[in-house]
């Protein structure tokens, strides 16, 4: 085994011509044509580039015309503050589906703008939360401003196979590790948002994409950054925007749409995933901790069993090649995340290793 | 003249050698060691860059122990939240100082939160902002739980050239176009802040620098990425922070400690800012529209006194490699701007072409 692979969760590595593309405009800038570090986002060059990473954008998951698309600052955290502050109706009111670390967090940070109710969590689940909680219309209060979920959890590698049903209630999903991996139906949701620096981009820049009717609402306490109309208004140039996180992201969006667009990714990650997880089905040494119904298709968690076995394993993987494979700390054992980025023969080179490992270090050695 | 310069005043070309460092290490990006474009920001290699950052960050400011430094996203515009929500005690009230386009909007901001004055401006000097008012400790209200500056204005041309006195009222200053040129006395304030993207780095990280006794008093509704204390807390490192803006600026502090501090900084900058202010006021075919009590060590405005002359002189000076000279469409005009990294040399062929300029295109033609 030569070539070496990077199944880290947290930052996916970028597509290796975007990088190519991304060094070569770097070197290249000068006093008169400013390199992609030295944007200056209150030209009309960059402008165009919004425009045409938002274009982008739009044709890759066909996002209907009365949702708008904003870039935003901050991360992940940002949004579990934004999407109160601007959701939010005069009784404050929400529900929060709670099936991880991030939505967690979401639920916690909401609960400073409002009422805040957890209508169903998969904290029970044995072990905890490697499912996602069946739901039906009447889980959720008929007078929440909105219903949010974590449509894929990274940590635990479970992910909704469906959308779940809220009726007139605007469902607001937390993407940001399953983003651009597969097409989505827009028009299921009120407002999704992801955090670049898995399937696009670096870390630095949020994608939210959010429905007409929810812009315009936001409390008077929320500060300017974070609220969805004045940067709608802006078209996300506030002061100073991550010029270069947007290029970045620009660059990802456009190389996705020359690589086939969704469907293609989703091929492409199906094939990647059902690989490792008919290998894990198919014998005893590895057990893969996710009910089969809710298995996330970008993260594959499995345990040997025996944490000490665990450790030899990511210690023997590193030897071989095969990085980032350590599992969150929250569940230890072992993670292989998928991202677009991975190629056919990363997922081949993981199981080639798995059986290797397995013939040599017989549990009952251990 | 053969070499090319840009004076643009909103993102400064990084330094040379940065820009060189930095290709190098993203070309050089591996699986197993991934590039800056690729950091994982829960990894100790991340922690270290960040406290490395802090540290060079201190070093070169001289920040005193009582002080802590954070490192937040969403440049000017998201301080100008966070320091009402952060700095508010329980009767909300707040001094701010009006000197041009940023001071105003961090006014604005604030009064979302709070009963905020206006305790001085310099919209009725003549021009408009090109001064900045004298004022004493009288001039605030006592229980004042801040008094919010702009230190230098890039739009105008100005900056304080002492700090003001505000007594026991903590003094907030925006220092986002002057930062790490000169030294500062950071005692003399209450809290610092400074969007990269001139004098350090790229867009998209902002360097807040806090006493003490100013953190842990946040307001209940504060989004935790704009909250002083839970940055402190998390030593900047929310979901997902801006991994390479981060990287840039740490190699930008290092860079200028390198070359000597900010003594040294200052030296540079006041040679390149007095050889054009020393042409200016020794002719009479431009105008430096400045009082020369206010003048910026940064940013240097100045107008041929007929505005199509000006355009012709915008023209020409790019077609001689001279660029980003426009000034800020409040102003029209005429802006260069000498941040750190503007060799003497763009200075020195600044004087030539504005002499030949001069020689050129007589008033009376005109």
Same mark, same amino acid.
């Given at each position: 085994?030569?070539?070496?692979?990077?199944?880290?969760?947290?930052?996916? $590595?970028?597509? @290796?011509?975007?990088?190519?593309?991304?060094?070569?405009?770097?070197?290249?800038?000068?006093?008169?044509? $400013? !390199?992609?570090?030295?944007?200056?986002?209150? +030209?009309?060059?960059?402008?165009?580039?919004?425009?045409?990473?938002?274009?982008?954008?739009?044709?890759?998951?066909?996002?209907?015309?009365?949702?708008?698309?904003?870039?935003?600052? %901050?991360?992940?955290?940002?949004?579990? &503050? /934004?999407?109160?502050?601007?959701?939010?109706?005069?009784?404050?009111?929400?529900?929060?589906?709670?099936?991880?670390?991030? !939505?967690?967090?979401?639920?916690?940070? %909401?609960?400073?703008?409002?009422?805040?109710?957890?209508?169903?969590?998969?904290?029970? /689940?044995? $072990?905890?939360?490697?499912?996602?909680?069946?739901? !039906?219309?009447?889980?959720?209060?008929?007078?929440?401003?909105?219903?949010?979920?974590?449509?894929?959890?990274?940590?635990? %590698?479970?992910?909704?196979?469906?959308?779940?049903? +809220?009726?007139?209630? *605007?469902?607001?999903?937390?993407? !940001? &590790?399953?983003?651009?991996?597969?097409?989505?139906?827009?028009?299921?949701?009120?407002?999704? @948002? /992801?955090? /670049?620096? =898995?399937?696009? %981009?670096? &870390?630095?820049? +949020?994608?939210?994409?959010?429905?007409?009717?929810?812009?315009?609402?936001?409390?008077?306490?929320?500060?300017?950054?974070?609220?969805?109309?004045?940067?709608?208004?802006?078209?996300?140039?506030?002061?100073?925007?991550?010029?270069?996180?947007?290029?970045?992201?620009?660059?990802?969006?456009?190389?996705?749409?020359?690589?086939?667009?969704?469907?293609?990714?989703?091929?492409?990650?199906?094939?990647?995933?059902?690989?490792?997880?008919?290998?894990?089905?198919?014998?005893? @040494? @590895?057990?893969?901790?996710?009910?089969?119904?809710?298995? &996330?298709?970008?993260?594959?968690?499995?345990?040997?069993?025996?944490?000490?076995?665990?450790?030899?394993?990511? =210690?023997?993987?590193?030897?071989?090649?095969?990085?980032?494979?350590?599992?969150?700390?929250?569940?230890?054992?072992?993670?292989?995340?998928?991202?677009?980025?991975?190629?056919?023969?990363?997922?081949?080179?993981?199981?080639?290793?798995?059986?290797?490992?397995?013939? =040599?270090? *017989?549990?009952?050695?251990?």
């Amino acid at each position: 085994m030569n070539e070496k692979f990077n199944f880290s969760a947290v930052q996916a $590595p970028l597509p @290796y011509e975007v990088t190519q593309e991304l060094v070569k405009s770097i070197s290249q800038g000068s006093p008169d044509a $400013p !390199s992609p570090l030295e944007f200056d986002y209150t +030209t009309e060059k960059f402008g165009a580039l919004i425009r045409h990473a938002e274009e982008t954008l739009r044709t890759l998951l066909h996002i209907p015309v009365n949702y708008r698309v904003l870039f935003m600052a %901050g991360g992940e955290d940002a949004q579990f &503050s /934004a999407v109160p502050l601007n959701l939010l109706s005069d009784h404050k009111c929400a529900d929060y589906v709670v099936t991880g670390v991030f !939505s967690k967090e979401a639920y916690l940070e %909401g609960k400073k703008y409002g009422d805040m109710n957890i209508a169903a969590s998969s904290a029970g /689940a044995s $072990p905890a939360f490697s499912s996602v909680p069946e739901m !039906s219309r009447s889980d959720f209060r008929p007078d929440a401003d909105y219903v949010h979920i974590c449509y894929n959890n990274p940590v635990y %590698g479970t992910s909704y196979r469906t959308v779940p049903e +809220t009726g007139s209630i *605007p469902l607001v999903a937390d993407m !940001s &590790s399953c983003f651009l991996s597969a097409p989505v139906n827009v028009s299921d949701f009120g407002l999704i @948002y /992801a955090a /670049a620096g =898995q399937n696009y %981009g670096i &870390s630095g820049v +949020t994608t939210v994409i959010v429905r007409d009717d929810l812009v315009g609402n936001a409390a008077d306490i929320t500060p300017s950054v974070l609220n969805y109309e004045t940067m709608s208004d802006k078209q996300s140039v506030f002061r100073a925007p991550d010029t270069f996180a947007l290029t970045v992201a620009d660059a990802v969006f456009t190389h996705i749409l020359n690589e086939g667009g969704l469907e293609e990714m989703k091929r492409r990650n199906e094939s990647k995933v059902s690989l490792i997880y008919d290998y894990l089905d198919s014998q005893v @040494y @590895y057990t893969a901790t996710v009910d089969k119904k809710y298995r &996330s298709s970008t993260h594959v968690v499995f345990v040997t069993g025996n944490s000490a076995m665990d450790e030899r394993f990511l =210690q023997a993987a590193e030897e071989a090649g095969l990085y980032g494979l350590r599992g969150h700390s929250a569940v230890g054992g072992i993670r292989a995340s998928l991202y677009n980025s991975m190629p056919y023969e990363g997922a081949e080179a993981l199981i080639e290793f798995m059986k290797k490992f397995a013939m =040599q270090n *017989p549990k009952l050695d251990f």
